[in-house]
């Protein structure tokens, strides 16, 4: 089990490098932690740190969102906290996500857990206290 510890906000480039160090290789990514955890946080700070520059929010009207890193290669971002059935998982080409070998950051996998290929890596989001937060991986 590997840990990162945030400490506050202004920790979260910092954080956001070590996990990209430490989960080498681990392109599909499952965030799993209660609202307000800091999923779509650090998320964010993920993509910045890939070189992201199109603002990161949560996929809000869509279950996907779709960025360009600094290569221009994409990457996708999701929340499947509104889906009521798989089946809206499934049809947006949620495996052609997966397989597409780009990096697939989610959030609410909970929501998907039938569907989440074997590899996936599971995060846990821990908050501590109000301004810090723990990744457990
Ligand atoms: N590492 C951190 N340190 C301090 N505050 C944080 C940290 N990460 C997130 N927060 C704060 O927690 C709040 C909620 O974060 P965020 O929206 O990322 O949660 P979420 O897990 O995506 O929630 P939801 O389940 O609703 O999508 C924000 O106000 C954010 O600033
Ligand atoms: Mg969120």
């Known amino acids: 089990m590997k ?24 392109r599909i990514v499952a965030f799993y932690g209660q609202m307000g955890a800091g999923k779509t946080t650090f998320i964010t700070a993920l993509c910045r740190a890939m070189g992201v520059k199109d603002v990161v929010t ?9 960025y360009r890193d600094g290569k221009g ?27 597409s070998g780009f990096p697939c950051f989610m959030e609410w996998p909970e929501m998907i857990q039938e569907l989440l290929p074997e590899e996936t890596l599971k995060v846990q989001i821990l908050t501590d206290d109000e301004n810090t937060r723990r990744l457990l991986f």
């Open 3 to 26: 840990e990162i510890i945030v400490n506050g906000t202004g920790d979260l480039d910092r954080a956001a490098r070590v996990f990209l160090e430490k989960s080498a290789g681990s």
């Open 58 to 66: 949560s996929p809000t009207f869509t279950i996907v969102n779709e």
């Open 73 to 99: 290669d994409p990457v996708y971002h999701f929340d499947f906290y509104r889906i009521n059935r798989l089946s809206e998982a499934m049809d947006i080409g949620l495996f052609e996500y997966f397989d």
